[in-house]
């Protein structure tokens, strides 16, 4: 399925008069994308090849979108002097339509400390020095996956370091399904919910955004549906007879999936009665006897005092066994979902309470909604786009800014922004990703590889390969921890 979006609309409106302000005589520029920091050390590297083939693959410009675009563009700025289509037409007659610019990548999936180089783009045709960072705008949005992605990641590590201390061996097959994505309907667009959804499923197959899956298979070739999901109710369901009713809704909901998994919303009334009357004593027989799982879910007050009220209940109420790490564990019929105020930081606070109180990190599973898919943006690792090499009237030109800042002492200091100069590589030494400018690493492999040239996708990633890359594992864990 190829976009029906005009390519030439899809940059800043600023960048249409770019042809004309770079200094006469500038045939060359190279441009590179980074994290320059945020909240996480390393950001995983994703997305960029949805974006190749949506909307840069093969032929993007024709005379119909110039034309098209000529009209809307005289409007956007009151004159005819910005937009100038015989760039654009240059591109239709010397190349087919198809872009001349060669775009390297570290292979998505990669885990990179930030500052450093995930991507280089350049021109291949002089006249076309322009395109270069014409194309920032929309290649820019890569920063939303990789944010995505790392943020999974970052999770996947704090409920692997909390199984790890509490959990007993045979849970670890669950470690996948331990933070499931509820975001579909908090984002702002479908779009963002494939994007992000398949950043999130690199980390962990729980999840409700079928679109996640969708896009994972559709611009990456996945072998299978990642994003797994079970039956579950929603408040509409369980308030359905009133409060005097939500133990018939309960038995019908037990009745209609008398095994497998299933999930109840549990606190349209009273959370705490539901667990301790109805699951747990009204309901108690039928939920032991099943041969599946109730995942019973809390969805509103404090989450931490919330959980530690609704497990000891269940403690009480179903019984308990003490797992080899001396951690309580429910019987295996029964479980909890915390999907309500979940984000890196509260997921952090959960887990250390449950240690706290004796409570296994295998009887919690977690859904994350817009803390995962929405709560984010291009400053969460601080990505940025920037020119760093060009030629000029032949001469090689090293481009750089490097701005002063006032820090909180009065002083002058160089600003977190100074940015990268010369054509850049991104380097392997044991095991640490290092750029380096590329004339003085000259036999070291360089770890971007040319990923689109000339209109053309020349590296076709595999999702499998790309999760094989990006997820934590518990050896990573134990790695990390020696």
Not at 88 to 107: C, E, M, N, S, Y
Not at 114 to 137: G, K, Q, R, S
Not at 407 to 430: C, E, P, Y
Request: negative net charge; charged residues 25%; glycine residues 8%.
């Amino acid at each position: 399925m190829k976009t029906q979006e005009n390519l030439l609309l899809l940059a800043d409106a600023y960048k249409y008069s770019h042809h004309k302000l770079y200094y006469p005589g500038t045939t060359k520029i190279y441009s590179y994308l980074e994290s320059r920091g945020g909240q996480f050390d390393e950001t995983v590297f994703f997305g960029l090849q949805y974006f190749l083939k949506y909307y840069l693959e093969g032929e993007v410009i024709t005379t119909e979108k110039i034309d098209a675009a000529e009209k809307f563009l005289v409007d956007v700025f009151g004159r005819n002097d910005v937009f100038d289509r015989s760039k654009f037409d240059h591109i239709v007659q010397k190349h087919g339509g198809k872009l001349p610019v060669r775009i390297k990548a570290v292979r998505e999936g990669a885990v990179v400390p930030v500052n450093n180089v995930l991507v280089t783009i350049e021109n291949t045709d002089p006249e076309c020095f322009w395109l270069t960072n014409f194309l920032e705008t929309l290649l820019m949005q890569v920063w939303y996956p990789c944010t995505v992605a790392s943020v999974s990641r970052e999770i996947r590590k704090i409920t692997t370091e909390y199984f790890q201390e509490t959990a007993s061996a045979a849970a670890n097959a669950g470690m996948d399904f331990m933070l499931n994505d509820f975001g579909f309907r908090g984002v702002s667009s479908v779009e963002s919910a494939g994007i992000g959804g398949a950043a999130h499923l690199l980390n962990f197959r729980g999840s409700d955004n079928i679109m996640g899956s969708v896009l994972a298979k559709r611009y990456y070739g996945a072998d299978q549906v990642y994003g797994l999901s079970i039956p579950a109710t929603e408040h509409s369901i369980c308030t359905l007879l009133g409060e005097e009713g939500e133990l018939e809704v309960f038995k019908h909901i037990l009745r209609t999936f008398p095994t497998g998994t299933v999930a109840c919303v549990s606190d349209s009334y009273d959370i705490f009665r539901a667990c301790s009357k109805y699951w747990g004593a009204d309901l108690k027989e039928l939920v032991l006897s099943r041969d599946g799982v109730l995942v019973i879910r809390p969805d509103s007050g404090d989450p931490v005092f919330t959980l530690l009220k609704v497990f000891d209940i269940l403690f009480e109420k179903f019984g308990f066994t003490i797992n080899e790490k001396g951690f309580r564990v429910l019987p295996s019929q029964v479980r909890v979902i915390q999907g309500d105020g979940i984000n890196v930081d509260s997921i952090r606070h959960i887990y250390n309470a449950l240690k706290i109180n004796g409570i296994s990190a295998e009887n919690l599973v977690l859904g994350m909604g817009g803390a995962l898919l929405q709560k984010v943006d291009r400053d969460t690792q601080k990505f940025a786009f920037k020119c760093s090499y060009a030629e000029v009237n032949g001469e090689a030109v090293d481009v750089q800014k490097n701005p002063i800042e006032i820090d909180s002492h009065g002083r002058l200091v160089s600003s977190f922004k100074k940015s990268k100069a010369g054509q850049l590589k991104l380097i392997l030494t044991d095991g640490v990703y290092q750029t380096v400018r590329k004339e003085l690493e000259p036999e070291a492999e360089d770890q971007l590889i040319t990923v689109f040239e000339n209109g053309e996708i020349t590296c076709d990633l595999k999702y499998e390969d790309i999760r094989e890359r990006a997820v934590f594992t518990e050896v990573a864990f134990a790695e990390a921890n020696k």
